[in-house]
């Protein structure tokens, strides 16, 4: 991964009209290929240091952070990130969010974990999300097809999920939860198709911008797989 410099702040980062995405023979442009090698750099980074935090909280038994500490420091951190995507300090900024939201899901993988069959069924949804996540951005890379059309539509169902996951919590329905799990690993993959879309087709020049996407995506793919086989797991019994 290519260290920030004030040059790319103008270039690589800050600058968000379309990049040149294929050469005369129909390959990747340097300045596409060069995002993407810095973009999956970075993710792979921020991957490792969020389940290192993760794993981490769940080995010392770390206290919830609660709903609100987890949307108010998820939110304040990733408004963080924008706010200083220009410069150097948005490498802190992305590795302080991955690393709070690490720690907040470590309670989401004890609660499954102590169930029977709880360590398959984190083993399943890590299987699933790295798989969706291979096979999503392998298409997008070699189709070159530009899913950003998807934009609307898929953030209007997240903010529902949303609402509606705060709903399933705040009422305590099951069968809602489990329904708002699989329409957000269901977006997700749209988000997953649609990011990688963009940087291949020189839409996101910014690899700070770009690995916050697919880091999302992928954390949010993990997180509703994992809620939807511990029920499954829990149900065995």
């Known amino acids: 991964m290519e260290p920030l410099n ?17 050469d005369a023979a129909g390959r990747h442009s340097p300045a596409v290929q060069r995002v993407l090698r810095n973009t999956y750099a970075l993710l792979s980074l921020t991957l490792l240091f969020s389940a290192l ?19 108010v420091g998820s939110f304040g951190l990733l408004f963080l990130v924008h706010k200083l995507q220009n410069s150097a300090w948005s490498l802190p900024a992305i590795f302080a969010l991955t690393g709070f939201l690490g720690y907040t899901i470590a309670p989401q ?10 360590g398959h069924s984190v083993a399943m949804a890590l299987a699933a999300t790295g798989a969706s996540f291979l096979t999503l951005s392998a298409f997008a890379l070699v189709s070159k097809r530009d899913f950003s059309f998807m934009g609307s539509f898929l953030l ?9 996951g705060l709903g399933a919590a705040f009422f305590q329905i099951p069968a809602l939860a489990l329904a708002v799990a699989a329409m957000v ?11 990688t879309s963009r940087i291949v087709n020189g839409g996101e020049t910014n690899y700070v911008l770009a690995t916050v996407g697919l880091y999302l995506s992928i954390y949010n793919m993990f997180s509703a797989l994992l809620a939807l086989f511990g029920m499954g797991g829990g149900s065995d019994d």
């Open 109 to 118: 993988l004890t609660a499954v974990l102590s169930l029977p069959g709880g």
């Open 185 to 195: 690993a269901l977006l997700s993959a749209g988000l997953m198709l649609m990011e």
């Open 156 to 164: 209007i169902g997240m903010v529902i999920a949303l609402v509606a």
């Open 53 to 71: 935090t993760a794993s981490a909280a769940v080995a010392m038994k770390a206290p919830a952070p609660g709903l609100l500490i987890s949307l």
């Open 6 to 22: 004030s040059n790319q702040a103008a270039q690589t980062l800050g600058a968000h009209q379309h990049l040149p995405a294929t």
